[in-house]
């Protein structure tokens, strides 16, 4: 598969908080098997069990596929299949390896959702590989949603998740190498994979997602994005449909993206109509969309699927009727 690069920027330049380098150095591209690259149509049959995630992410959407077709629920294949890129040390954008504030430290958002509506997140989280398997335990072992800092890094080391380093010698050489200037510069070189959002139906039509990411390159120490955050990195309605993001966070927080085109959904639309629908609010209020990339991805409760970008470069990985695609989805510049 083909890396396509593409440039995204920030308009965080204003606030003196850099968006970095986001180059992704994808694991494995050589091995990775032959997969279609089309954008699916009305007439794919199955349409349930689905698999959807942001980006060319074969392998974490193959795992989740894996799983539901063990017989397992749509929560068990979100989480399996976000902890294979939180492993994969190569991905600069989710998990170790991630790409770390301007003061070197990889801190990490997540947040997971059930089809009974229950949500749960850690947000700047240091020292854990895993934050979708922490913000599940977030949601299942605590009475609260949302769990931060330190305090969210305690509760994982008490839940037996191990301490350990995550900034790898590549992420540890690209901060050295961005230190060298630490411009403000708005400029991302995004290739084909970055921050994991992914959404799953079981055999059972239930539905459940989950987002994963180390956030901007290079942001202000505390910076969170929108990927933990409930309605806006990502929202499930068991009753509807669920929707996740990924690109500059805070254009997706200011307009709740995700809750958006669920709601979207709720009053007819198709997923794909809805994605649109929520990346045109995004064109609306900034002049200077032409400088940042969002991305969003959909599906509702029959299983039919959308996608949406503000550029090109964005994909879409669906595995569906036992037929895996990595598709570049239309995208809002296309024509203009
Ligand atoms: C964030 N939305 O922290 C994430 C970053 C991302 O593709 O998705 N990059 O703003």
């Known amino acids: 598969m083909k890396r396509r690069k593409f440039i995204q920027n920030t308009s965080l330049?204003?606030?003196?908080?850099?968006?970095?380098?986001?180059?992704?150095?994808?694991?494995?591209?050589?091995?990775?098997?032959?997969?279609?690259?089309?954008?699916?149509?009305?007439?794919?049959?199955?349409?349930?069990?689905?698999?959807?995630?942001?980006?060319?992410?074969?392998?974490?959407?193959?795992?989740?596929?894996?799983?539901?077709?063990?017989?397992?629920?749509?929560?068990?294949?979100?989480?399996?299949?976000?902890?294979?890129?939180?492993?994969?040390?190569?991905?600069?954008?989710?998990?170790?390896?991630?790409?770390?504030?301007?003061?070197?430290?990889?801190?990490?958002?997540?947040?997971?959702?059930?089809?009974?509506?229950d949500y749960g997140a850690v947000v700047y989280l240091k020292d854990i590989k895993h934050p979708i398997s922490v913000a599940r335990k977030v949601m299942e072992e605590t009475p609260h949603v949302l769990m931060a800092g330190e305090g969210a890094r305690q509760f994982a080391l008490e839940q037996g998740f191990?301490?350990?380093?995550?900034?790898?010698?590549?992420?540890?050489?690209?901060?050295?190498?961005?230190?060298?200037?630490?411009?403000?510069?708005?400029?991302?070189?995004?290739?084909?994979?970055d921050t994991i959002g992914m959404l799953a139906i079981d055999k059972d039509g239930n539905i459940s997602g989950g987002c994963t990411t180390s956030g901007l390159a290079y942001k202000m120490a505390g910076r969170v994005g929108d990927s933990p955050i409930i309605g806006s990195g990502l929202f499930v309605d068991n009753e509807i449909g669920a929707a996740t993001a990924t690109g500059l966070g805070e254009e997706v927080l200011k307009?709740?993206?995700?809750?958006?085109?669920?709601?979207?959904?709720?009053?007819?639309?198709?997923?794909?109509?809805?994605?649109?629908?929520?990346?045109?609010?995004?064109?609306?209020?900034?002049?200077?969309?032409?400088?940042?990339?969002?991305?969003?991805?959909?599906?509702?409760?029959?299983?039919e699927t959308g996608a949406y970008s503000i550029h090109e470069g964005f994909y879409a990985t669906v595995y569906q009727d036992d037929k895996i695609n990595a598709y570049p989805p239309d995208y809002y510049l296309k024509d203009k």
């Open 13 to 117: 330049g204003s606030l003196g908080v850099v968006a970095g380098a986001t180059t992704l150095g994808c694991k494995g591209d050589s091995e990775k098997k032959e997969i279609a690259t089309t954008t699916p149509t009305e007439s794919d049959s199955k349409r349930i069990p689905v698999v959807i995630g942001t980006w060319n992410v074969p392998d974490p959407v193959t795992k989740a596929w894996e799983v539901i077709q063990e017989g397992k629920s749509a929560l068990d294949a979100i989480e399996a299949g976000c902890r294979v890129e939180e492993a994969n040390e190569e991905g600069q954008s989710v998990g170790i390896g991630g790409l770390p504030d301007r003061d070197g430290h990889v801190t990490l958002d997540a947040c997971i959702m059930n089809s009974e509506g």
């Open 162 to 193: 191990k301490s350990e380093n995550l900034l790898t010698e590549n992420s540890r050489k690209a901060w050295e190498e961005w230190k060298k200037t630490s411009k403000y510069e708005p400029i991302i070189n995004i290739e084909n994979h």
């Open 255 to 303: 307009t709740v993206g995700s809750f958006l085109i669920v709601e979207l959904m709720r009053q007819g639309m198709s997923p794909q109509a809805a994605c649109e629908e929520a990346i045109q609010r995004i064109v609306k209020k900034n002049p200077n969309h032409e400088n940042f990339q969002v991305g969003y991805i959909a599906v509702n409760k029959k299983g």
